[in-house]
C-alpha cells in the first residue's frame, strides 16, 4: 500500500485562496480547502492502521470541521488496502483508529459502516463503535455485496438508530429532495 506523506502547501493562496495538501516530492494536489470552509468540509479517509490515521488527521484538523474513517467502501482498491469494508470484519482495529483519533484531536471524529450479514450484526458493531466516542455513525443501507441498483435496506438502518444515542446519518438512496423525507420516516 502506498503512504502519501503531505504537508501544506500556500502556493496559490493569492490566486484562490486555498490551502492545498500536497503529496510530498511532487506537485499533486490529493486535498484542497479554503478557510471559509473549515467549518463545513469533513475530510473522509480510507485506512487500516491507527498511527497513519492520526498522523494523516493532525495534517488537515486545523483545516477542517471533522474527520470520517471510510469503514463501508467497497471497492477492490480499498479492500484489498485493508481499508474500507475490509474493517467490518476486524472491530477490534475500527476500536483502535477510532479511539486513537478521539483521544487526539480537537475536532469530531466521526466513521461511515455498511450493512453486515444481518441487523443484530450492524447493530452490535454499532454499539461497539459509539463506545469509542464518535460523534456520529454513517450507516450506508446495503452490503458489501450488494450493488447500486438493489434497493438500500433502509429498515435496517432504522434498528441502528433505536439502538445508538449518537446521531445517525442514513446513507443509499437518497437521490432527490422528496428522499430526504421518507429515509426519516423510514429510519
Known amino acids: 500500500m502506498m503512504i502519501i506523506c503531505l504537508y501544506v502547501s500556500f502556493s496559490f ?16 494536489v490529493v486535498f484542497r480547502t479554503c478557510h471559509e470552509e473549515k467549518n463545513r468540509v469533513v475530510f473522509q479517509m480510507g485506512t487500516s492502521n491507527a498511527e497513519r490515521a492520526l498522523t494523516a488527521a493532525q495534517i488537515v484538523c486545523k483545516d477542517v470541521a471533522a474527520v470520517d474513517i471510510n469503514m463501508g467502501c467497497p471497492k477492490s482498491f480499498s479492500i484489498s488496502g485493508g481499508m474500507g469494508a475490509a474493517l467490518l470484519t476486524r472491530p477490534e482495529l475500527i476500536h483502535d483508529i477510532l479511539t486513537i483519533l478521539k483521544r ?6 466521526t466513521c461511515k459502516i455498511r450493512l453486515l450479514k444481518s441487523s443484530q450484526e450492524t447493530v452490535e458493531l454499532a454499539q461497539q463503535i459509539e463506545k469509542t466516542g464518535v460523534a456520529a455513525l454513517a450507516v450506508h443501507g ?6 447500486p441498483r438493489d434497493p438500500a435496506k433502509w429498515n435496517e438502518i432504522a434498528d441502528v438508530v433505536a439502538a445508538l444515542s449518537i446521531p445517525v446519518i ?3 438512496d437518497v437521490f432527490g429532495y422528496d428522499d430526504f423525507q421518507r429515509i426519516k420516516v423510514a429510519t
Open 13 to 28: 493562496p493569492e490566486d484562490i485562496g486555498s490551502i492545498d495538501f500536497v503529496e510530498k516530492g511532487t506537485h499533486n
Open 104 to 109: 487526539n484531536l480537537d475536532i469530531p471524529v
Open 142 to 147: 446495503r452490503r458489501i455485496a450488494d450493488r
Open 170 to 172: 442514513a446513507n443509499g
